[in-house]
């Protein structure tokens, strides 16, 4: 079967500046650290590259470096700040015009809930439409839940991907949380009820107090099935930012939580793991 991950992560302090780098995760993570994290995994596996927050000068290059590395990266998403509305325009195009770019972020998990809903930012999101575009939305909380949904209304057509299911609280393999907890599912339903948004199924490990389990999972991957359909959800491992700690093993352990669930819920498996992914970010295309 072939793999599609659509939110991997590189960086090198030597290469280019990420100043919240720490602990475990202030190292390079490059090929040879992705190929112990992989190793033994037998299935055809290409990824989308994820901006890594370096310093907001250097987005271009981050591109660029990423782009020069021997990797099966077929599509890239960059920074692009956004909140600068039609001040970005040269920069989204500068990023256009970059063969593999595919979508923009711009992280909001950080900023004030309404951040998104700013004239400037709204302008600025309008111009990644007009450029074909894809924007992932790093939010947490039901805030910032109803502030994705508020964009893609007044955006219709611009096409948005959740990442990482919102960040819900999802306690511990221990005591797991409940994904009606601060409002979550709620908040998960009324989004998906923009037919312009996706949900990576990601990041859940990185959400977890310790170690991680299937069962503490499922019911979050449950509600993101009901609220999305399958055929807007499209699997994403995150690494290495979900598996601080454990990166080698962590890669692995996500996958094969995601793949038995999707097994079990007889999901076309085809559909979440590689083609949703094709289809949203226009890989097809290139």
């Not at 499209?234 to 598996?243: G, H, I, K, M, T």
Request: hydrophobic content about 50%; proline content about 5%; glycine content about 8%.
């Amino acid at each position: 079967m072939q793999i599609l991950d659509a939110h991997l992560h590189l960086w090198d302090p030597a290469v280019l500046d990420y100043d919240w780098l720490s602990g475990d995760l202030d190292r390079a993570f490059g090929p040879e650290e992705l190929a112990q994290a992989v190793a033994g995994m037998s299935d055809d596996r290409a990824f989308i590259f994820m901006q890594a927050d370096t310093r907001a000068d250097q987005a271009l290059a981050e591109v660029d470096w990423v782009a020069s590395l021997p990797l099966p990266v077929r599509g890239l998403i960059a920074f692009a700040p956004l909140e600068r509305g039609a001040d970005v325009a040269d920069h989204l195009a500068a990023l256009a015009s970059r063969p593999r770019v595919v979508g923009v972020r711009r992280l909001l998990q950080s900023e004030a809930s309404g951040f998104a809903l700013t004239p400037g930012f709204r302008a600025g999101a309008e111009l990644v439409a007009q450029h074909g575009l894809v924007f992932d939305a790093c939010v947490r909380g039901q805030a910032q839940l109803r502030d994705v949904a508020a964009l893609a209304d007044a955006l219709p057509q611009l096409s948005i991907v959740l990442d990482h299911l919102g960040k819900p609280t999802v306690g511990s393999a221990q005591a797991p949380a409940s994904p009606a907890a601060e409002g979550w599912a709620e908040s998960m339903h009324e989004l998906a009820a923009r037919p312009n948004v996706a949900c990576k199924v990601s990041g859940l490990p990185g959400e977890s107090t310790g170690a991680f389990s299937a069962a503490q999972f499922e019911p979050f991957l449950d509600t993101a099935l009901e609220a999305f359909g399958a055929e807007r959800l499209l699997y994403a491992s995150d690494w290495p930012a979900s598996f601080a700690g454990d990166t080698a093993a962590g890669y692995g352990a996500w996958e094969r939580i995601v793949r038995e669930w999707i097994a079990s819920r007889d999901l076309d498996a085809d559909a979440v793991l590689r083609t949703n992914a094709e289809r949203i970010y226009g890989l097809d295309a290139l």
